[in-house]
């Protein structure tokens, strides 16, 4: 009888078959050819994932080396690579600058009508405000704006920005802005009677703002509606209400927004 001699490996002329590597990105519906199950995948434990079927049912499997089939072709899962962190925001939804050292303040700035204004853009755009070197300061009423300005003396790098409640048309605030003509001061406002009511009402836990008869004093008036107490006690539930723009009215967040805009153009510093 002849003897045929076919060496050591006789497949060793043909061409290995590769299984392909599948990222294993959640929702993916592989199989375990084992056990039959099917799902799709759900998360990764170690060196394991988490397959669910269309019954909610789940299980965990190994991740070796060709152990699934995926559209029933034999492939390895691998895990996705990590992604990168998303970068940390600011109460405005700005890119929160880490390790800030305040930047030296411009000579232009930002005024506001009263105290509770100045507070409420602090605990939103405070930050905002630093990077750019930008004050906030108050005014105590907007009857006072002509003399502020001229006292404060524009000019391109020393320019202001203006934020006045209850900036519609027909109202006192309206026809007292009317008579600003420098090119060195933009006035933004928004519609609200008071910057309270800028914040959303479901921020502080309200339904809707009341409204308030016409004599009596706004805050004084949502007070007793609400029984707040005496109005400082309001602003305090109001300010704890707020944590960022989500918080208040799009009227008020595009007015702040363009009045840094404004004060922080270059020439501006």
Known sequence: MRSHDYGRDVLSGRKRRTVPEVVAEVGLVAEDPASGFCGAVVRFEQDRVVLEDRHGARRLFPLRPAGFLVDGRP?????????????????SGSVRVEGLRA??????????????????????WGHDLRVEGVVVEPLDGVDVLADRIAGFGTGPGRRLGVLVDHLVEG?????????????????????????????KPASVGIAQWPRVPRGVPWKEGVCAALGWGEPHEGWRRVLAGVSGFRDLETPLIGAVERLIDFVTEPGSA
């Open 75 to 91: 492939v390895t899962l691998v895990r996705p690579a990590p992604r990168a962190a998303a970068p940390a925001r600011s109460a």
């Open 103 to 124: 930047r030296t303040a411009r000579d232009s700035r930002i005024w506001v009508e009263g105290l509770h204004d100045a507070e409420l853009v602090e605990r939103v």
């Open 171 to 199: 109202s006192k605030e309206s026809r007292l802005v009317s008579a600003i003509r420098d090119e060195n001061v933009l006035v933004t406002g928004h519609p609200y009677v008071d910057v309270w009511q800028a914040v």
